[in-house]
């Protein structure tokens, strides 16, 4: 009797344990901080974690296969310096034209990863990874290692902009996840990538064509990747060449601690997004604490250990 319990409380904590350590922190620090549940630090919040955010939704996809995706911090990059240097000041092209490439460069970097990965059965470790040092050489190389600067002022509204009090970087997030929702739980694709994911050769089995499913996940990947770029560099008013160094990482945790496995196969986008929220809050709060930078990074990876681990466990 008693060892049923434990096992019970076992599997509630493994389903349910995100949700009550979201609560918990967002109570404590409710109470250490009088500025934390103000409606001005809350938009901040979600302003603060839209980028990566919008990077978990596409990296998500790529984990329920089973795979992982190193890449994404230096599409980032590649695609705000694109976008951002086809609308210097005085430039004819559209805004949105520019932004249109910028996407098309992140489908074009997950359309590379996703060859390797699904159709040359290479590592997706070591393709993403591959993709990762050519794209970043690639900014490089395009901007001289120099930020593009002088940018028409129309583009900022998508990185600053409000609609109302919410801040366009957090309605594209929302948007996106809303997409991602529904690819996932409502629609034949979201059934065959789980199924991917779970058991690959008994999906292949039952007719699932596991190489378009991969090739289909990076390529989603490498999308949501340059959107955060673009709108990362509306925010900042640059294109730098060495943005998102370190975005995968994070990207990867958010996913991770929301309860997708590494071995592929389970997760929610719900549990991608609280993952994602439970960091935002967390670096909110040590810096409202007055917390270094430094102790952060060291709480960070303690955070990326413990869902390894936990991760581990579940699948035991």
Same mark, same amino acid.
């Given at each position: 009797?008693?060892?049923?319990?434990?096992?019970?409380?076992?599997?509630?904590?493994?389903?349910?344990?995100?949700?009550?350590?979201?609560?918990?922190?967002?109570?404590?620090?409710?109470?250490?901080?009088?500025?934390?549940?103000?409606?001005?630090?809350?938009?901040?919040?979600?302003?603060?974690?839209?980028?990566?955010?919008?990077?978990?939704?596409?990296?998500?996809?790529?984990?329920?296969?089973?795979?992982?995706?190193?890449?994404?911090?230096?599409?980032?990059?590649?695609?705000?310096?694109?976008?951002?240097?086809?609308?210097?000041?005085?430039?004819?092209?559209?805004?949105?034209?520019?932004?249109?490439?910028?996407?098309?460069?992140?489908?074009?970097?997950?359309?590379?990863?996703?060859?390797?990965?699904?159709?040359?059965?290479?590592?997706?470790?070591?393709?993403?990874?591959?993709?990762?040092?050519?794209?970043?050489?690639?900014?490089?190389?395009?901007?001289?290692?120099?930020?593009?600067?002088?940018?028409?002022?129309?583009?900022?509204?998508? /990185?600053?902009?409000?609609? @109302?009090?919410?801040?366009?970087? $957090?309605?594209?997030?929302? *948007?996106?996840? %809303? =997409? +991602? &929702?529904?690819?996932?739980?409502?629609?034949?694709?979201?059934?065959?990538?789980?199924?991917?994911?779970?058991?690959?050769?008994?999906?292949?089995?039952?007719?699932?064509?596991?190489?378009?499913?991969?090739?289909?996940?990076?390529?989603?990947?490498?999308?949501?990747?340059?959107?955060?770029?673009?709108?990362?560099?509306?925010?900042?008013?640059?294109?730098?060449?060495?943005?998102?160094?370190?975005?995968?990482?994070?990207?990867?945790?958010?996913?991770?601690?929301? /309860?997708?496995?590494?071995? @592929?196969?389970?997760?929610?986008? $719900?549990?991608?997004?609280? *993952?994602?929220? %439970? =960091? +935002? &809050?967390?670096?909110?709060?040590?810096?409202?604490?007055?917390?270094?930078?430094?102790?952060?990074?060291?709480?960070?990876?303690?955070?990326?250990?413990?869902?390894?681990?936990?991760?581990?466990?579940?699948?035991?």
């Amino acid at each position: 009797m008693e060892k049923a319990k434990n096992i019970n409380i076992g599997k509630i904590l493994s389903r349910y344990g995100i949700y009550v350590a979201f609560l918990i922190l967002f109570i404590a620090l409710s109470i250490a901080s009088p500025v934390f549940l103000t409606t001005t630090n809350i938009l901040n919040i979600f302003r603060q974690i839209s980028v990566i955010g919008i990077i978990s939704v596409g990296m998500l996809f790529v984990i329920l296969t089973g795979g992982i995706d190193l890449s994404v911090g230096a599409i980032v990059a590649l695609a705000a310096v694109i976008t951002t240097s086809m609308i210097r000041e005085g430039s004819q092209t559209p805004i949105i034209v520019a932004v249109f490439c910028g996407i098309l460069v992140g489908a074009a970097c997950g359309i590379f990863s996703g060859f390797f990965v699904a159709k040359m059965e290479v590592q997706a470790f070591i393709a993403t990874l591959a993709t990762m040092t050519i794209a970043r050489g690639i900014c490089y190389v395009y901007t001289n290692g120099r930020p593009i600067t002088g940018l028409k002022p129309g583009y900022r509204n998508i /990185g600053m902009g409000n609609i @109302g009090i919410v801040p366009v970087p $957090v309605i594209i997030y929302l *948007g996106i996840v %809303l =997409i +991602g &929702i529904f690819l996932l739980n409502f629609s034949k694709f979201g059934r065959h990538v789980i199924a991917v994911g779970g058991n690959e050769k008994a999906a292949i089995v039952s007719g699932i064509d596991a190489v378009k499913i991969k090739f289909a996940c990076h390529v989603i990947s490498g999308i949501t990747a340059a959107i955060a770029g673009i709108v990362l560099s509306a925010r900042i008013q640059t294109g730098q060449p060495v943005a998102g160094e370190g975005y995968e990482l994070d990207a990867i945790t958010a996913v991770v601690i929301g /309860g997708a496995s590494l071995s @592929g196969g389970k997760g929610s986008m $719900v549990g991608a997004v609280v *993952g994602m929220l %439970l =960091i +935002g &809050i967390m670096t909110n709060g040590l810096d409202l604490l007055n917390v270094s930078s430094y102790y952060q990074q060291v709480i960070k990876g303690a955070i990326i250990l413990i869902a390894v681990l936990t991760d581990k466990m579940k699948t035991k």
